[in-house]
């Protein structure tokens, strides 16, 4: 079974750009997986940042993009604040009505 | 605005059957674009997609659960259910019900606040 993987951990400086990635154990992401993105705080339910590659959802900053580079999707948070301090899951589309979650990044702002 | 909202028990003997409910509310389970998903989370873990229903009762889930996992749709009563069986502890989780929107893409776009279920005796 193909795994979505992503960086279990990532760090930024406040104000800084950070690009967390979303890639397949075997074959690269494209479009057609419809990457989107979701931003999780502890004891909260998540919260959609980004849906079909790079649309933002209703409300979400546009510090906030999404892209494909390379062979992985790609979020990516242009000066960073102390609040995207969060865990991050991509999903992908696998086909045949599956969709996967990728393991998460906990993304540490300091 | 479209709120969904889980219930049932919180607590679940192993090697029974874990049930539970989410209530639509803001809007219809019927709406043509939209697919009714269960998301569970393991304490300090990350999200597993559990299955997806439409609510012509067409459903998809996940391979891994497949076999002890039943997700079936209320039109009457705006509501949808998942039921797994045969749980242990490794069943411990939030479990979220979520409305996935699958029309020209696949995205979860609302989310219900989450219910902790553990199995245990």
């Known amino acids: 079974q193909t795994v979505v993987t992503q960086e279990p951990s990532f760090s930024v400086s406040p104000g800084g750009t950070v690009t967390l990635t979303c890639g397949l154990s075997s074959g690269s992401v494209s479009t057609s997986y419809y990457p989107s993105w979701y931003q999780q705080t502890p004891g909260q339910a998540p919260r959609t940042l980004i849906y079909s590659t790079n649309s933002r959802s209703s409300g979400v900053p546009d510090r906030f993009s999404g892209s494909i580079l390379g062979n992985k999707a790609a979020l990516t948070i242009t000066g960073a604040q102390a609040d995207d301090q969060s865990d991050y899951y991509c999903?992908?589309?696998?086909?045949?009505?599956?969709?996967?979650f990728g393991g998460g990044t906990k993304l540490t702002v300091l | 605005q479209l709120q969904l909202q889980e219930s049932g028990p919180g607590l679940v003997k192993p090697s029974e059957t874990l049930s539970l409910t989410c209530t639509v509310s803001?809007?219809?389970?019927?709406?043509?674009?939209?697919?009714w998903d269960w998301i569970r989370q393991p304490p300090g873990k990350g999200l597993e997609w559990i299955g997806s229903?439409?609510?012509?009762?067409?459903?998809y889930y996940n391979p891994s659960l497949k076999s002890r996992v039943t997700i079936s749709v209320d039109t009457s009563k705006n509501q949808f259910s998942l039921k797994l069986s045969s749980v242990t502890a490794a069943d411990t989780a939030v479990y979220y019900c979520?409305?996935?929107?699958?029309?020209?893409?696949?995205?979860?776009?609302?989310w219900g606040q989450g219910t902790l279920v553990t199995v245990s005796s």
């Open positions: 229903i439409y609510y012509n009762g067409g459903a």
């Open positions: 803001g809007g219809s389970i019927s709406s043509s674009s939209s697919y």
């Open positions: 979520a409305r996935l929107v699958r029309s020209g893409t696949y995205f979860i776009d609302y």
């Open positions: 999903v992908l589309y696998m086909g045949s009505g599956i969709v996967v």
